[in-house]
Antibody, heavy 118, light 106 residues
Protein backbone atom coordinates (compact mmCIF):
# COMPACT_ATOMS: atom_id res chain seq x y z
CA UNK A 1 0.00 0.00 0.00
CA UNK A 2 1.22 3.47 -0.85
CA UNK A 3 2.47 5.49 2.08
CA UNK A 4 4.22 8.84 2.46
CA UNK A 5 5.74 9.11 5.91
CA UNK A 6 6.86 12.55 6.96
CA UNK A 7 9.33 13.51 9.65
CA UNK A 8 8.17 14.76 13.03
CA UNK A 9 7.17 18.23 14.13
CA UNK A 10 9.89 20.87 14.27
CA UNK A 11 10.42 23.85 16.52
CA UNK A 12 13.01 26.18 15.00
CA UNK A 13 14.37 29.62 15.74
CA UNK A 14 13.83 32.60 13.47
CA UNK A 15 16.54 32.86 10.84
CA UNK A 16 17.37 29.17 10.99
CA UNK A 17 16.71 26.45 8.40
CA UNK A 18 14.86 23.16 8.64
CA UNK A 19 14.89 20.08 6.41
CA UNK A 20 11.70 18.05 6.21
CA UNK A 21 11.59 14.51 4.92
CA UNK A 22 8.97 12.42 3.14
CA UNK A 23 9.70 8.70 2.85
CA UNK A 24 7.73 6.91 0.13
CA UNK A 25 6.82 3.23 0.17
CA UNK A 26 4.49 0.86 -1.63
CA UNK A 27 5.23 2.06 -5.15
CA UNK A 28 8.12 2.83 -7.49
CA UNK A 29 9.43 6.10 -6.13
CA UNK A 30 10.85 7.37 -9.42
CA UNK A 31 7.56 6.93 -11.31
CA UNK A 32 5.69 9.82 -9.67
CA UNK A 33 6.45 13.46 -9.00
CA UNK A 34 6.39 14.58 -5.38
CA UNK A 35 4.82 17.93 -4.54
CA UNK A 36 4.91 19.96 -1.36
CA UNK A 37 1.99 21.97 -0.03
CA UNK A 38 1.81 24.49 2.81
CA UNK A 39 -1.18 24.98 5.09
CA UNK A 40 -1.03 27.81 7.56
CA UNK A 41 -3.12 27.29 10.68
CA UNK A 42 -6.79 27.28 9.83
CA UNK A 43 -6.11 28.45 6.29
CA UNK A 44 -6.08 27.11 2.78
CA UNK A 45 -3.50 25.14 0.86
CA UNK A 46 -0.57 26.68 -1.01
CA UNK A 47 1.44 24.85 -3.63
CA UNK A 48 5.18 25.15 -3.03
CA UNK A 49 6.63 23.11 -5.89
CA UNK A 50 7.45 19.68 -7.13
CA UNK A 51 10.39 17.44 -7.85
CA UNK A 52 10.76 14.66 -10.40
CA UNK A 53 12.47 11.93 -8.33
CA UNK A 54 13.87 10.31 -11.46
CA UNK A 55 15.67 13.32 -12.91
CA UNK A 56 15.81 15.69 -9.95
CA UNK A 57 14.07 18.38 -12.01
CA UNK A 58 12.23 20.89 -9.86
CA UNK A 59 9.52 23.47 -10.46
CA UNK A 60 8.72 26.05 -7.80
CA UNK A 61 5.95 28.46 -7.09
CA UNK A 62 7.61 31.86 -7.57
CA UNK A 63 6.51 32.77 -4.06
CA UNK A 64 8.63 30.00 -2.56
CA UNK A 65 11.64 30.08 -4.88
CA UNK A 66 13.95 31.69 -2.35
CA UNK A 67 12.40 29.84 0.59
CA UNK A 68 12.24 26.17 -0.35
CA UNK A 69 14.72 23.71 -1.86
CA UNK A 70 13.48 20.30 -2.99
CA UNK A 71 15.74 17.27 -3.25
CA UNK A 72 15.45 13.49 -3.29
CA UNK A 73 17.52 10.51 -2.26
CA UNK A 74 16.62 7.68 -4.61
CA UNK A 75 18.54 5.15 -2.54
CA UNK A 76 16.12 5.62 0.37
CA UNK A 77 13.00 6.65 -1.58
CA UNK A 78 12.92 9.89 0.36
CA UNK A 79 12.04 13.41 -0.73
CA UNK A 80 13.24 16.42 1.20
CA UNK A 81 12.26 20.04 1.47
CA UNK A 82 14.60 22.51 3.11
CA UNK A 83 13.14 25.81 4.27
CA UNK A 84 15.59 28.60 4.87
CA UNK A 85 15.69 31.94 6.73
CA UNK A 86 12.62 31.01 8.68
CA UNK A 87 10.19 33.63 10.01
CA UNK A 88 6.89 33.38 11.83
CA UNK A 89 5.18 33.41 8.40
CA UNK A 90 6.69 29.99 7.78
CA UNK A 91 4.94 28.45 10.80
CA UNK A 92 2.53 26.00 9.19
CA UNK A 93 1.83 22.38 8.41
CA UNK A 94 3.67 21.10 5.37
CA UNK A 95 2.49 18.14 3.32
CA UNK A 96 4.19 16.05 0.70
CA UNK A 97 1.92 14.48 -1.86
CA UNK A 98 2.13 12.28 -4.92
CA UNK A 99 1.01 13.54 -8.30
CA UNK A 100 -1.14 11.57 -10.68
CA UNK A 101 -2.27 12.37 -14.23
CA UNK A 102 -3.53 15.91 -14.76
CA UNK A 103 -1.76 17.09 -11.62
CA UNK A 104 -4.11 15.64 -9.07
CA UNK A 105 -2.80 14.38 -5.74
CA UNK A 106 -3.82 10.91 -4.68
CA UNK A 107 -1.69 10.19 -1.61
CA UNK A 108 -0.63 12.65 1.04
CA UNK A 109 1.81 12.48 3.90
CA UNK A 110 0.44 12.97 7.38
CA UNK A 111 1.83 16.49 7.45
CA UNK A 112 4.53 18.03 9.60
CA UNK A 113 4.00 21.07 11.74
CA UNK A 114 6.80 23.61 11.70
CA UNK A 115 6.78 26.24 14.43
CA UNK A 116 9.14 29.18 14.17
CA UNK A 117 9.72 30.72 17.57
CA UNK A 118 12.58 31.99 19.68
CA UNK B 1 -1.75 32.83 -11.42
CA UNK B 2 -5.25 31.41 -11.53
CA UNK B 3 -7.22 32.39 -8.45
CA UNK B 4 -9.94 30.01 -7.30
CA UNK B 5 -12.81 31.50 -5.32
CA UNK B 6 -15.02 29.13 -3.39
CA UNK B 7 -18.48 29.87 -2.06
CA UNK B 8 -19.91 29.81 0.40
CA UNK B 9 -17.06 30.08 2.90
CA UNK B 10 -19.05 28.21 5.51
CA UNK B 11 -22.42 26.52 5.45
CA UNK B 12 -24.52 24.17 7.53
CA UNK B 13 -26.83 21.55 6.09
CA UNK B 14 -29.36 19.20 7.62
CA UNK B 15 -29.17 15.44 7.08
CA UNK B 16 -30.86 14.61 3.81
CA UNK B 17 -30.47 18.11 2.40
CA UNK B 18 -29.00 18.71 -1.05
CA UNK B 19 -25.76 20.73 -0.94
CA UNK B 20 -23.90 22.54 -3.71
CA UNK B 21 -20.45 24.05 -3.31
CA UNK B 22 -19.06 26.35 -5.97
CA UNK B 23 -15.56 27.09 -7.24
CA UNK B 24 -14.93 29.93 -9.69
CA UNK B 25 -11.64 30.38 -11.53
CA UNK B 26 -10.17 33.72 -12.54
CA UNK B 27 -9.30 32.22 -15.94
CA UNK B 28 -10.67 29.26 -17.81
CA UNK B 29 -9.36 25.87 -16.73
CA UNK B 30 -9.79 22.51 -18.39
CA UNK B 31 -10.87 20.55 -15.30
CA UNK B 32 -11.08 20.79 -11.53
CA UNK B 33 -10.10 18.50 -8.69
CA UNK B 34 -11.70 18.52 -5.25
CA UNK B 35 -10.33 17.45 -1.86
CA UNK B 36 -12.01 16.74 1.45
CA UNK B 37 -10.19 17.61 4.63
CA UNK B 38 -11.39 16.77 8.09
CA UNK B 39 -9.97 18.61 11.06
CA UNK B 40 -6.45 17.51 11.95
CA UNK B 41 -6.03 15.22 8.96
CA UNK B 42 -4.46 15.41 5.50
CA UNK B 43 -6.55 16.35 2.48
CA UNK B 44 -8.07 13.45 0.56
CA UNK B 45 -8.67 13.40 -3.17
CA UNK B 46 -12.45 13.43 -3.52
CA UNK B 47 -13.42 14.30 -7.07
CA UNK B 48 -10.98 14.51 -9.99
CA UNK B 49 -11.17 15.72 -13.56
CA UNK B 50 -14.31 17.67 -12.68
CA UNK B 51 -16.71 14.76 -12.28
CA UNK B 52 -14.91 11.50 -11.45
CA UNK B 53 -15.27 10.18 -7.92
CA UNK B 54 -12.10 9.06 -6.18
CA UNK B 55 -11.96 5.56 -4.80
CA UNK B 56 -14.30 5.05 -1.86
CA UNK B 57 -16.26 8.28 -2.34
CA UNK B 58 -20.01 7.71 -1.94
CA UNK B 59 -22.10 8.18 -5.06
CA UNK B 60 -24.22 10.84 -3.38
CA UNK B 61 -21.34 13.12 -4.39
CA UNK B 62 -21.05 14.50 -7.89
CA UNK B 63 -19.03 17.15 -9.68
CA UNK B 64 -19.68 19.27 -12.71
CA UNK B 65 -18.61 22.40 -14.49
CA UNK B 66 -16.46 23.83 -17.24
CA UNK B 67 -14.47 26.94 -18.07
CA UNK B 68 -14.46 29.15 -15.00
CA UNK B 69 -17.30 27.63 -13.00
CA UNK B 70 -17.29 24.29 -11.19
CA UNK B 71 -19.36 22.72 -8.48
CA UNK B 72 -19.46 19.83 -6.06
CA UNK B 73 -22.89 18.52 -5.11
CA UNK B 74 -24.01 16.23 -2.32
CA UNK B 75 -27.36 14.72 -3.21
CA UNK B 76 -28.34 13.99 0.38
CA UNK B 77 -26.18 15.33 3.20
CA UNK B 78 -24.91 12.85 5.77
CA UNK B 79 -23.16 13.49 9.09
CA UNK B 80 -19.87 12.08 7.81
CA UNK B 81 -19.79 14.68 5.01
CA UNK B 82 -19.02 17.48 7.45
CA UNK B 83 -15.55 18.69 6.45
CA UNK B 84 -13.77 21.39 4.49
CA UNK B 85 -13.72 21.00 0.72
CA UNK B 86 -11.05 22.54 -1.49
CA UNK B 87 -10.98 22.85 -5.26
CA UNK B 88 -7.64 22.70 -7.09
CA UNK B 89 -6.70 23.51 -10.67
CA UNK B 90 -3.99 21.63 -12.49
CA UNK B 91 -4.24 23.43 -15.82
CA UNK B 92 -1.35 25.82 -15.28
CA UNK B 93 1.48 26.61 -12.91
CA UNK B 94 1.52 27.67 -10.21
CA UNK B 95 -1.01 25.09 -9.14
CA UNK B 96 -3.61 26.73 -6.94
CA UNK B 97 -6.26 25.77 -4.44
CA UNK B 98 -9.45 27.52 -3.49
CA UNK B 99 -9.90 29.00 -0.04
CA UNK B 100 -12.18 26.16 0.98
CA UNK B 101 -15.79 25.69 2.01
CA UNK B 102 -16.38 24.48 5.53
CA UNK B 103 -19.47 22.29 5.54
CA UNK B 104 -21.12 21.62 8.89
CA UNK B 105 -24.05 19.45 9.90
CA UNK B 106 -27.10 21.19 11.25
Amino acid sequence: QVNLLQSGAALVKPGASVKLSCKASGYTFTDYYIHWVKQSHGKSLEWIGYINPNSGYTNYNEKFKSKATLTVDKSTNTAYMELSRLTSEDSATYYCTRQLYLRRFDYWGQGVMVTVSS
Amino acid sequence: EIVLTQSPTTMAASPGEKVTLTCRASSSVSYMHWYQQRSGTSPKLWIYETSKLASGVPNRFSGSGSGTSYSLTINSMETEDAATYYCQQGSSYPLTFGSGTKLEIK
